[in-house]
């Protein structure tokens, strides 16, 4: 069982930066591909990045690409998610999720661990 709880959110200026981070519990997470997604209202929940177990490959939605990077540091159980270059369109609350080894998923039903939700908002 891994349990999630991301941090870092908050309000900021569009064209401003934040970094959210997800800190993970349990000895296995090194085990484990995390991704991040985004949900604002009234829409469905997006993919952001995601991250493969053993770091070496990662995966962004095509809008973020070159705007958000997605890293993790396995010594001490964490994801993270630096985003530049904010946006009103990038408000929302954002979610990191695990899933044990194997493939990459880039929906979110791929996903089994779920954090809570960290709100991000951008005012123009």
């Known amino acids: 069982q891994v349990q999630l709880v991301e941090s870092g959110g908050g309000l900021v200026q569009a064209g401003g930066s934040l970094r959210l981070s997800c800190a993970a519990s349990?000895?296995?997470?090194?085990?484990?591909?995390m991704g991040w997604f985004r949900q604002a209202p009234g829409k469905e929940r997006e993919f952001v990045a995601a991250?493969?177990?053993?770091?070496?490959?990662?995966y962004y939605k095509d809008s973020v690409k070159g705007q958000f990077t997605i890293s993790r540091d396995n010594a001490k159980n964490t994801v993270y998610l630096q985003m530049n270059s904010l946006k009103p369109e990038d408000t929302a609350v954002y979610y990191c999720?695990?899933?044990?080894?194997?493939?990459?998923?880039?929906?979110?039903?791929?996903?089994?661990?779920w954090g809570q939700g960290a709100q991000v908002t951008v005012s123009s």
């Open positions: 999720a695990a899933k044990y080894r194997g493939v990459v998923p880039t929906t979110p039903n791929g996903y089994v661990h």
């Open positions: 991250i493969s177990w053993t770091g070496g490959t990662t």
């Open positions: 349990g000895r296995t997470f090194s085990e484990y591909a």
